[in-house]
């Protein structure tokens, strides 16, 4: 049946936890699109991820870094500690915690992506960046359905 291509390789995969931590509620719905069955948590502040992350075993983490508005304007806002730096440096504080979560940082703010992800590689994560518009085609590359 395979040689005659008439039998279904295709396989389901099981659900999958994701963390996301955004404060954009037009992604919270698109990321709850993108990952329909499986569990997905959603943290819009600094706060609510480190107890998410500190609570629960994630497979994905995706993290953003600039959450509030005035993080938009320009990365010398003196206020690292309510962005998504502050997550990759809370991570690499307690290597114990999400050791196998694949993490991928989707800020659109090149600038302030790559010093998390050398924050977080620093405890040995297996953690990348990846600009958000491009963020569906990893998605389906990494999780097929």
């Known amino acids: 049946m395979i040689r005659l291509g008439i039998a279904d390789l295709s396989a389901e995969r ?18 709850k699109k993108r990952f329909l069955g499986d569990d997905i948590d959603i943290a ?9 992350l500190g609570k629960f075993a994630y497979d994905a983490i995706f993290l953003d870094h600039d959450l509030l ?12 500690a309510n962005t998504g730096f502050a997550i990759a440096e809370w991570l690499n504080d307690r290597p114990e915690i999400q050791r196998a979560a694949t ?13 998390m992800v050398q924050k977080l590689r620093e405890s040995g994560r297996n953690v990348e960046y990846c600009a958000f518009p491009m963020l569906d085609l990893k998605i389906k590359n990494y999780w097929k359905r």
């Open 44 to 52: 819009s502040t600094v706060a609510e991820a480190k107890e998410l």
């Open 14 to 31: 099981t659900p999958i936890a994701v963390m996301l931590l955004d404060d954009d509620e037009r992604r919270h719905r698109w990321f």
């Open 103 to 115: 993490i991928i940082v989707h800020t659109r703010n090149a600038d302030a992506a790559i010093p």
């Open 69 to 80: 508005p005035h993080h938009y304007e320009s990365n010398d806002h003196g206020d690292v």
